[in-house]
């Protein structure tokens, strides 16, 4: 399986505090992705990047913001987490050479008070 | 922009049946692939089963099978000899086929397996 991982696994935060997920491969893929998912919604994206320092907006990017200074680490602030973030948030890779389609981390279950 | 439906927000189906679920997309693109994702109660997001579009014969994997209508941008998933562990969230996907492939997803079907 391909390796990446998400940390935290769950976090509760209080609005108005920044917070900061993370996202981290091992297989060098140059694309990787912020989803949301929110039911009745499936899953939607936030911010995706493909390099170094290479990142764009997505569906759903007000609120965030991204960061990718090294190929393998991929990070998602919510500089003031607002109740509506409460939500499950999921990293993916891509990789297109072996035909399309998303690895997914575990995600991270994110809850704001 | 693209956009995935799935008109079933719950199935169900008794074990050892089969069931069908629903998927319809929206694109002007005519090469792009197409996805059906599970996700079990452990939050997992597991590839099911991946079609490109330029293939007319439809995907299968297992007890599972896609009936691709590419006219009627139509893309259901069947799944044969239903298994408890089928049990999960389904949600279809769709993918541009070059460049940074942001897959866009369906709402999600729940799928209820019946002893």
């Known amino acids: 399986d391909a390796g990446i991982t998400q940390s935290p696994r769950h976090k509760v935060t209080e609005t108005g505090t920044p917070v900061t997920l993370r996202c981290h491969q091992t297989e060098n893929h140059r694309y990787m992705y912020w989803y949301r998912q929110d039911p009745g919604h499936g899953l939607r994206l936030i911010h995706y990047?493909?390099?170094?320092?290479?990142?764009d907006k997505g569906e759903v990017s007000d609120g965030y913001s991204v960061s990718r200074s090294k190929t393998e680490d991929f990070l998602l602030t919510l500089e003031s987490a607002t109740s509506s973030q409460t939500s499950v948030y999921f990293c993916?890779?891509?990789?297109?050479?072996?035909?399309?389609?998303?690895?997914f981390g575990s995600g991270t279950r994110l809850t704001v008070v | 922009a693209q956009t995935v439906t799935q008109s079933q927000p719950e199935m169900s189906v008794q074990e050892a049946e089969t069931v069908t679920l629903s998927c319809t997309y929206d694109?002007?693109?005519?090469?792009?692939?197409l996805f059906w994702y599970k996700q079990p109660p452990s939050r997992q997001m597991i590839l099911v089963i991946r079609q490109e579009a330029y293939k007319q014969q439809n995907a299968t994997e297992n007890r599972f099978s896609v009936n691709f209508q590419k006219a009627a941008k139509s893309f259901s998933l069947k799944i044969s000899d239903s298994q408890l562990g089928d049990a999960a969230m389904y949600f279809c996907?769709?993918?541009?086929?070059?460049?940074?492939?942001?897959?866009?997803f369906g709402q999600g079907t729940r799928l209820t397996i019946n002893p």
């Open positions: 694109t002007s693109e005519s090469d792009y692939y």
């Open positions: 996907a769709y993918g541009p086929e070059l460049g940074a492939q942001k897959l866009v």
């Open positions: 990047s493909y390099g170094v320092k290479d990142t």
């Open positions: 993916a890779i891509s990789d297109i050479g072996r035909g399309g389609g998303y690895t």
